[in-house]
Nanobody
């Protein structure tokens, strides 16, 4: 059974940094893509970034490109989201997700989800 456990969220001032982690278990993820999504109350969950576990190919939403970096550590079965130059509009619950195949920005194409971690950026 696939389990994804996020950690690293918290409260940070605008301009600061946070690194989120997603510990993955229950599967060999070499044929999977991992994604980070975020959601604020009353809005749809939106794509942030994704990485192909095997090739390391990454993709980002325009809103975070140049500020966020997604990476993975195969030895630890962990995916990271390094978030720099944070803005108040980055405040959301951040979710880790997994899908078999290549990266995708669509929530419906991911089969497995973590429980989420809250990121709050104060102005």
């Amino acid at each position: 059974q696939v389990q994804l456990v996020e950690s690293g969220g918290g409260l940070v001032q605008a301009g600061g940094s946070l690194r989120l982690s997603c510990a993955a278990s229950g599967r060999t993820f070499s044929k999977y893509a991992m994604g980070w999504f975020r959601q604020v109350p009353g809005k749809e969950r939106e794509f942030v970034a994704a990485i192909n576990w095997n090739t390391g190919t990454t993709s980002y939403s325009d809103s975070v490109k140049g500020r966020f970096t997604i990476s993975r550590d195969s030895a630890k079965n962990t995916v990271y989201l390094q978030m720099n130059s944070l803005k108040p509009e980055d405040t959301a619950v951040y979710y880790c997700a997994a899908r078999r195949g290549g990266t995708s920005p669509y929530t419906g194409e991911y089969n497995y989800w973590g429980q989420g971690t809250q990121v709050t950026v104060s102005s």
